[in-house]
């Protein structure tokens, strides 16, 4: 692809780009590295391809790259999240290569990729590490793992081209919890070629955008969804990790009864203690309304739940890949196709009549049917993503192919920016007491 954009309809910028300047009201963290960006160009001449949901905090993130000097491009990271006004308005207000389209297929998503890789990235940064797992596959010459149109572009290359768009890169970064496992899995198997910061791992990152964020947006997704009344109902989440906790805890706030399932023992217990019934899935399903998944695992809810499931459940998901719920598996025992009976609503009818209703074809359900994450939560994980490029940038050279944490520097300082945009003070540790937090001397 030579152009320098593939979005939906360029005339929508105008609206995307009142809802950028929303976001950025909420953003202040953001906003001040974007300042410091704009004096210090840390970033000079360096080409980032991001591959991240296409939405207006995205889009204050990029602005904040091109501040800092760098030339990026952006792809989307999942084919329904993309928000289109903000793509057109990136592509004509601010200048930045955009290739997302909002329910764009399979071929077109990994079309959009090729654009990123097209750029000829220093650095990467990913939400799900879809970019790095295509490099790492042309690279290595794996075509039978690529989308076959991006197999195709890829074997269109030399075998040096394929190398030098691998060395290119000096190192990356990474979004989401999925991704970071990927990535971990990768350096396991010797196959991970730069160093990727886990941007996720930050506390200021999971702590906050993956509890209260995701909490509140899924919740925000499923209503505009379906418009359900959750006080009164059976609310079953799937997975009490980082986005199970804030997810459960926002449900229970809107008087819904909910049930946690896990696998995990310590997990399952603290949901116990912090009031939640918990549950195997199979029998959750036999009484659920309303049903969740956040567990980034394949098949949570699956062909033998969907058989004792009461009529008309709502089945969604929130974790990163649309794999938690066995769609595959409820086609087949249904009658027929499933009727689009709301958007982002299928309905799908099994053979004694029941109806299940899959939410957003089972992709995360807070940026299918809602915006994603509020604003003040996307300014801390994205105030990550920015120091640690201009981190990565600056240390490469010395970092091995590894999955690094975010240094805890930058961790504090975020902590320390947000509460002081908030307008909130906090004590400072007096002479005396970092001496005795020091010591080992002092006891009873
Ligand atoms: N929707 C969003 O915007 C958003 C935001 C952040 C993270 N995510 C994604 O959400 C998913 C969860 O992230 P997290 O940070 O909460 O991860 P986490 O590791 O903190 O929690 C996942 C939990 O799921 C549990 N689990 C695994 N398999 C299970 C199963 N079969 N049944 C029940 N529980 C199971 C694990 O034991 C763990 O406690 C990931 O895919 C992540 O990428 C989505």
């Known amino acids: 692809m030579s152009s320098t954009h593939d979005i939906k309809d360029i005339q929508l910028a105008e609206g995307g780009r009142r809802r950028i300047e929303w976001a950025e009201r909420e953003m202040p963290v953001l906003r001040s590295i974007r300042e410091r960006f704009e004096k210090e160009k840390p970033l000079q001449g ?109 074997q269109g290359l030399s075998a040096a081209e394929r190398q030098s768009l691998l060395d290119g890169v000096v190192g990356g970064t990474e979004e989401t919890t999925t991704g970071v496992i990927r990535l971990k899995a990768m350096e396991k198997d010797g196959v991970l070629k730069f160093p990727v910061i886990a941007v996720n791992d930050a506390m200021t990152k999971h702590f906050f955008d993956n509890r209260y964020g995701t909490g509140q947006s899924t919740i925000d997704g499923i209503i505009r969804a379906t418009n359900v009344l959750l006080a009164g109902k059976k609310f079953v989440v799937a997975g009490y990790g ?23 023992p310590l997990k399952a217990l603290e949901a116990v203690m912090d009031g939640y019934e918990v549950m195997p899935m199979l029998e959750a399903a036999k009484v659920g309304d309303i049903f969740c998944t956040v567990t980034g695992d394949l098949n949570v809810i699956d062909g033998h739940h969907f058989e004792v499931m009461k009529d008309g459940a709502i089945v969604s998901n929130s974790g990163h890949f ?50 994603g994450h509020p604003s003040a939560v996307m300014d801390m994980s994205f105030a990550n993503q920015a120091l640690s490029a201009e981190f990565m940038y600056k240390n490469a050279a010395k970092l091995q192919k590894k999955v690094y944490s975010v240094p805890t520097e930058i961790d504090a300082e975020i902590a320390r920016l947000k509460l002081e945009a908030m307008g909130v003070q906090i004590d400072t540790l007096t002479e005396e007491q970092v001496k005795y937090l020091a010591s080992w001397e002092e006891g009873t």
């Open 242 to 264: 980082w986005c199970g906790r804030g997810l459960a805890s926002r449900a229970r706030g809107m008087g819904a009864q909910v049930i946690v399932t896990e696998v995990d």
């Open 322 to 371: 649309n794999v938690e719920i066995n769609i595959p598996a409820l086609e087949k025992m249904s009658v027929g196709k499933p009727a689009l009976v709301r958007p982002f609503v299928e309905q799908y009818t099994l053979k004694d009549g029941r109806k299940i209703n899959i939410l957003g074809e089972g992709r995360l359900i807070n940026l299918a049917s809602a915006e």
């Open 46 to 154: 360096v080409r980032i391809s991001a591959c991240l949901h296409v939405t207006s905090e995205t889009a204050n993130l990029m602005r904040t790259l091109q501040a800092g000097g760098a030339d990026v491009v952006l792809t989307a990271s999942n084919p329904l999240s993309t928000q289109d006004d903000v793509a057109a308005a990136l592509v004509s207000v601010y200048e930045i290569p955009t290739f997302a389209i909002k329910g764009e297929d399979n071929v077109t998503y990994y079309k959009h990729i090729r654009a990123a890789l097209e750029h000829k990235p220093h650095m990467t940064m990913d939400d799900g590490a879809d970019l790095v797992s295509s490099l790492f596959f042309i690279a290595m010459g794996r075509f039978d793992r690529l989308e076959p149109s991006l197999a195709a572009w890829a």
